[in-house]
């Protein structure tokens, strides 16, 4: 009770309230943006926590990124685009309900749907987390080997359309986490006798490139493309809310389900979240034929998903240090840099701070009501900035927080160089999300198969001997080995022929 009871103390600080209230206001204006997603908006607050206190720097990150969610779902109803990729799922059924006049009921559901998701979520990450600590703290390097092989498969099978697509962006991330210092042996790999490198890759300014210079780039080559805004009147978003929860209130329990769990599981996140809920809805729904003309089914399913999965991404970030999305891939970075180790000695040692993060998820999702409400009905306003004005001055906060986080020119490069690197990579169709993994779970695989190694005397076999670490990698070994089977032309094949007929030689 003492560990709660200065986690409200720490919160409810005059300061805190202050940071919390700004970053809502900021992460919302950055979801409703098209173009600028919530994990863009993290990416640049971090440079901003790194002169903060932990509870003010995590308030800022949590805060941000629940409103930048749920403001996606603005430009998404109101241009058919989509703010942040949480959206995506169900743009096209909003703007339909939109041109038949439903603007209203539209972003009302939307508001009320990903308010109650969210809370829903964080209630799952209170009861879950420290249960779960409880079990993880008697875990030894095999596990955490095992986890983190685990995290990086689901990151790339479960978080992109297409495997070796994303195993390929895994391997580069892994490759781009060996350079600096061996921490087995002590010798320099990869530095080329730059004296920068020997620290490695810092990881901050090659979020930043990766998620926030690409998405400039990408908003630069887009410039010249113009959008039309519905010009509907936006009333009493309440009204007709009753309604949909009396008839859909089945959809919201089961799309906040899905979207905890998937958010939970390494490298999905948000907006796999919204995809799988919304093509659940369709494929359980009494009328299937209605969705795509405006339905309000798969938008309560798919907003109450993507919100819910916010809370459900941080249950492995907090008890294991695996990142369940590349937004707490983030959090992981900011938790090291304020000394709070992610994994489950962290509950043990610094309580009241997971109870202010706790507490800080149920306000962000509270205020999320009032400023959404604000949000909808200024949107025509926020919505009118020209990106002219806008990429240029999110450049600069971009290299000024790339040379603070290294002191040194060395972080603008950094950015700018994995910035076009990351611009690149999605051009041609491969994600980034498994790169950053690879970048963050890298260290963690190579001093935990070591450190096995060494207690194991080189004997492989005694991965499988401890009960938990014989499950987790037996279930590892079986998802690789069923993805080398559908990758394979044979698998391929075997999924593309009706039965009965015969493959072609």
């Not at 919100?307 to 294991?320: C, D, H, Q």
């Amino acid at each position: 009770m003492h560990a709660i009871e200065t986690a409200f103390g720490l919160v409810f600080d005059f300061q805190v309230l202050g940071v919390i209230l700004a970053s809502a206001m900021f992460g919302m204006f950055v979801g409703a943006m098209p173009g600028l997603t919530a994990t863009m908006a993290t990416a640049l607050l971090v440079p901003v926590t790194f002169f903060m206190a932990p509870v003010p720097a995590l308030g800022a990150i949590v805060t941000a990124t629940a409103m930048a969610i749920f403001a996606g779902d603005i430009p998404a109803a109101m241009l058919r685009m989509p703010g942040t990729p949480a959206s995506a799922a169900y743009a096209d059924e909003s703007y339909e309900m939109t041109k038949k006049g439903q603007l209203d009921l539209c972003m009302g559901t939307n508001l009320v749907f990903s308010v109650l998701g969210g809370i829903f979520g964080v209630v799952v990450l209170i009861l879950l987390a420290p249960v779960l600590a409880e079990v993880a703290i008697n875990f030894s390097s095999f596990e955490y080997f095992w986890l983190a092989c685990l995290g990086l498969t689901c990151a790339v099978f479960i978080g992109t359309g297409d495997p070796v697509k994303g195993l390929l962006s895994l391997f580069v991330g892994l490759a781009i986490g060996c350079i600096g210092i061996d921490p087995a042996a002590g010798q320099a790999r990869f530095t080329f006798g730059n004296v920068d490198l020997l620290s490695g890759i810092n990881f901050i300014p090659t979020l930043i490139g990766m998620f926030a210079v690409s998405e400039l780039l990408r908003g630069a080559v887009t410039l010249d493309k113009g959008l039309t805004m519905v010009q509907q009147h936006v009333g009493n978003l309440l009204s007709g809310i009753g309604g949909v929860w009396r008839k859909y209130w089945k959809n919201f329990f089961r799309g906040s389900i899905l979207g905890t769990v998937i958010g939970a599981l390494p490298g999905a996140g948000a907006d796999i979240a919204a995809w799988v809920s919304y093509a659940v809805s369709k494929k359980l729904s009494k009328e299937p034929e209605k969705f795509g003309t405006g339905h309000i089914e798969g938008i309560v399913d798919s907003t109450s998903a993507n919100n819910a999965a916010l809370g459900g991404a941080w249950i492995p970030a907090l008890v294991f240090g695996i990142p369940g999305d590349s937004i707490t891939a983030i959090v992981i970075g900011v938790l090291y840099m304020k000394g709070m180790n992610p994994g489950p000695s962290v509950f043990l040692q610094t309580p009241e701070l997971i109870y202010a993060v706790f507490i800080i998820f149920i306000l962000a999702n509270i205020v999320m009501f009032p400023l959404g409400w604000a949000a909808i009905k200024s949107a025509k306003q926020i919505l009118r900035v020209p990106r002219n004005i806008l990429l240029p001055v999110i450049l600069i906060f971009c290299m000024v927080g790339s040379f603070a986080m290294t002191n040194s020119l060395y972080g603008v490069v950094l950015m700018v160089v994995m910035g076009v690197f990351g611009w690149l990579l999605e051009e041609h169709g491969i994600p980034v999300a498994p790169l950053i993994l690879g970048l963050v779970l890298g260290e963690m695989l190579e001093q935990n198969f070591m450190t096995s190694m060494i207690k194991a005397d080189g004997s492989f076999l005694v991965f499988f001997e401890r009960p938990i670490a014989g499950v987790l990698g037996v279930c590892t070994l079986v998802i690789w080995g069923f993805m080398l089977w559908r990758i394979l032309p044979f698998g391929r094949r075997a999924q593309v022929i009706p039965e009965g007929e015969v493959a072609p030689p």
